[in-house]
């Protein structure tokens, strides 16, 4: 693997590994994109098979979420850490260990909760810097984001629904959830509300039974692509559209939470060429970007209507050029990003880091895209 090769062709400036001879911890902290702003991107804590798949992830994630940023005209770069060892002094000790690590960017990264990490880790990296987001409500955070993430995805699909079959109803459509975690549940829970008949799957039984208790049919996870729907909803890990699943998939709509949904980048024309309609998950999931490094007003009332106006236009737009230049949304999103990206790094040089990241408002980012079209 030629690491350099990897962050060259996706336009990567920094790939930082972490090792704490006192904890143990092995982290890795990777900066996509600092002309933007400082780089914002989530702690991910999973069992990887090996060093160089946790590289390949850190990378694709924290690309994705520069195209996040991106998608929402906000002034920040992506980033992402990904740990592989916590260590053998404890959970609380190795998240703070990453927090004296992000300390020393002075300002250049910022982290928050991401799969495997809570809010009472972003706490235990709060001892250490500032550079922290998503902590709990009680400790002046934002608290949890899943609910935004899940609005931006209703967001999104509502833009679908009225591509597809004329009108924003989910009323009298089907939808299979796969995941029910944090964002997976409130979305499926908000479908089932808003009228739809709502699959679900998840391998947590605890999940499950939730999930059920609310009126949701459980089905297998390894079934849950194949589900007679007319939307499937990806909201666990990376990669679940690839060669194998895509020709099983019956869902005339895929919109979801997951990161990197693709196996392949091919795998989106391939989408496209079964007329299955995906948007991007870099368009359909900004909903925590936008919660997460925004100013959330003390009355909350609205947020999440904003955040799901914000992601409808933007799917919007890109359905609208990919059917003006007859490509896939998935070749759309890329090209709506990265000339966005293009405009807004023009003559500005990678961000130092200045100690501090400031948080713009919610309310303007509405009145922007308004304006924007």
Request: charged share 25%; aromatic share 4%.
């Amino acid at each position: 693997m030629n690491i350099f090769q990897h962050m060259e062709t996706a336009g990567h400036e920094q790939l930082i590994f972490n090792h704490d001879p006192e904890t143990g911890l092995k982290a890795i902290i990777a900066l996509h994109n600092t002309r933007q702003g400082p780089a914002l991107g989530g702690c991910r804590q999973k069992p990887y098979e090996s060093e160089e798949e946790a590289v390949l992830d850190v990378l694709q994630l924290s690309r994705a979420m520069t195209r996040k940023f991106v998608s929402v005209n906000l002034p920040f770069g992506g980033g992402k850490a990904v740990i592989l060892d916590l260590g053998h002094e404890g959970r609380a000790a190795g998240f703070r260990s990453l927090g004296r690590m992000i300390a020393t960017l002075n300002g250049r990264y910022g982290t928050g909760e991401d799969v495997g990490s809570t809010p009472e880790d972003m706490v235990s990296i709060r001892e250490e810097t500032d550079h922290v987001f998503g902590l709990p409500e009680n400790l002046g955070g934002a608290g949890n984001p899943g609910p935004a993430t899940a609005a931006g995805v209703l967001g999104s699909l509502s833009a679908c629904l009225h591509e597809i079959f004329g009108s924003e109803d989910l009323r009298g459509r089907s939808i299979a959830v796969q995941g029910l975690g944090e964002v997976g549940f409130c979305l499926a829970v908000e479908a089932r509300r808003r009228g739809a008949v709502v699959l679900g799957a998840d391998l947590s039984s605890r999940r499950t039974a939730m999930a059920k208790a609310e009126g949701i049919e459980i089905v297998s996870p390894d079934r849950v692509h194949e589900a007679g729907c007319d939307i499937y909803s990806p909201c666990a890990l990376s990669g679940g559209l690839s060669e194998s699943t895509i020709p099983r998939i019956r869902a005339r709509i895929i919109v979801g939470s997951a990161n990197n949904q693709l196996k392949t980048p091919g795998d989106g024309e391939a989408l496209a060429r079964r007329e299955i309609l995906w948007v991007p998950d870099f368009i359909a999931s900004s909903g925590a970007a936008i919660f997460l490094s925004t100013k959330i007003p003390n009355d909350r009332s609205g947020t999440l209507d904003l955040i799901e106006g914000i992601i409808r236009e933007n799917t919007r737009e890109v359905l609208r050029l990919a059917r003006e230049q007859g490509i896939s949304p998935s070749e759309a999103g890329i090209q709506l990003t990265d000339k966005r990206l293009k405009k807004s790094c023009k003559d500005r040089p990678i961000h130092v880091g200045t100690g501090s990241i400031d948080l713009p408002p919610l309310a303007p980012l509405r009145a922007e895209k308004t304006k924007e079209g």
